[in-house]
């Protein structure tokens, strides 16, 4: 099977962490600015950042219907932290949660912690949390895969994953690796 080829929300954030890490896995990882560039993607990141900024990015570059779009296809979605947010009810609407942002508190108070994720087998993930969201509110078909004292961090919900924290900045690559077990299983569906 070819390489998928996977989009990047290269608006704002670390996007490029996430690039090398897809990279890695064997993806052919895309970074997606316009609407033109989320043509014949087989999944899409949207990585880390500043939430206000990446929504003003998108609205700029009428990315939200064609985002909307591209998930009503059944592409598979992963948010990391800010990218959570841009899932949520409240933004783009493409998952049945709402997040609630630098839930955590201000950048003082990031941290890292080990967790366990359901579905990610061997040692717990080192998961690093900064200005991080956490789940507030979720649909009934929003499964809850590792929580922080009790908070919602990583849940997924059919092909959409979403996490409050930076496996890219860790040297984690088994949460991109599930997603794109995800991505290859569609084309494998498709093709």
């Known amino acids: 099977m070819a390489e998928p080829v996977v989009g990047v929300l290269a608006l704002q954030g670390d996007f490029a962490a996430h690039v090398r890490v897809l990279r890695q896995l064997g993806a052919a990882p895309r970074e997606v600015r316009t609407p033109a560039d989320l043509e014949g993607l087989d999944g899409l990141v949207i990585p880390g950042g500043e939430s206000t ?3 003003l990015g998108i609205a700029r570059e009428r990315l939200a219907e064609p ?3 591209l998930a009503g296809r059944g592409t598979p979605l992963f948010g990391t932290c800010a990218g959570l947010i841009m899932l949520d009810r409240d933004h783009l609407g493409l998952m049945d949660l709402r997040a609630e942002r630098n839930a955590f508190g201000r950048q003082v108070r990031s941290f890292e912690v080990d ?3 359901l579905g990610i087998d061997g040692p717990p993930v ?3 949390f900064i200005r991080a969201p956490w789940v507030a509110e979720r649909g009934a078909d929003v499964e809850v895969l ?12 059919a092909d959409r994953l979403a996490i409050s924290f930076h496996p890219e900045l860790s040297g984690e690559t088994r949460l991109h ?11 494998s569906q498709t093709r």
């Open 126 to 128: 080192r998961a690093i």
């Open 53 to 55: 900024t990446m929504t």
């Open 115 to 117: 967790l366990d994720v």
């Open 67 to 69: 985002l909307r779009e």
């Open 146 to 157: 590792a929580e922080v004292d009790g908070h919602p961090v990583a849940v997924r919900q």
């Open 177 to 187: 690796a599930c997603f794109l077990e995800r991505v290859r299983a569609r084309l």
